[in-house]
């Protein structure tokens, strides 16, 4: 199977960049080459959007997975907000019920496994814990596809967090494993 990764942001669009300093589009490169590294070993295909600090857009993400046939795409980025004590991680896919919302329980759960303590903000109101919003990447994708919010960079005590090699390696290892478990329950059916 063929992961797309769509690190978020880069070139003259930094995303968030937090008080310390932490720039979400560098913060996302790094996440996504990491979890690139762990797929690989895995038995995944890899390609992704954007492997430097170039600007790919939202729509063009969406294309290129789907001019790739991709079978999953996973779109990897850094919250902010005005807000400093907004924090935890959220997971969104496009709306209604799609293909994309089965995946959703598996990144949770892997969430879960390597940050037991960790906030994981959820939208219960059509019955599944996954945002959903019309975010391009994840809406003009044609196979399932979901948009994480690893962070929020703009949270002082999760930027330092952030800006860790080892915190990076733990994201990256969740989301291999969420999606590992989620490729073993199709293979299942």
């Keep these: 199977m063929l992961i797309c990764l769509a690190p978020g942001h880069g070139g003259h669009d930094s995303g968030c960049v937090g008080l310390h300093g ?11 080459g990491r979890v690139a590294t762990l797929a690989l070993m895995d038995g995944w295909r890899i390609t992704a959007t954007r492997s430097s600090d ?54 949770e759960r892997a969430w879960r496994d390597e940050f037991p303590d960790a906030l994981i903000r ?7 814990s996954d945002k959903e919003a019309g975010f391009a990447v994840v809406s003009r994708s044609r196979c399932p596809a979901v948009l994480v919010e690893v962070g929020f960079v703009s949270h002082p005590e999760t930027e330092a967090e952030l800006k860790t090699a080892e915190f990076r390696q733990r994201i990256a290892s969740a989301l291999a494993k969420g999606l590992k478990a989620w490729r073993e329950s199709k293979n299942a059916h």
């Design 122 to 128: 959820t939208d219960w109101s059509d019955g599944d």
């Design 22 to 32: 932490l720039r979400e589009s560098d913060l996302n490169l790094d996440i996504s």
């Design 54 to 107: 170039i600007f790919v857009s939202p729509d063009d993400q969406a294309h290129y997975a789907n001019n790739r046939a991709a079978d999953v795409l996973l779109a990897i980025h850094g919250n902010g907000s005005d807000n400093r004590k907004a924090h935890g991680v959220e997971f969104y896919t496009s709306r209604g019920q799609t293909e994309s919302d089965k995946i959703v329980p598996h990144l």
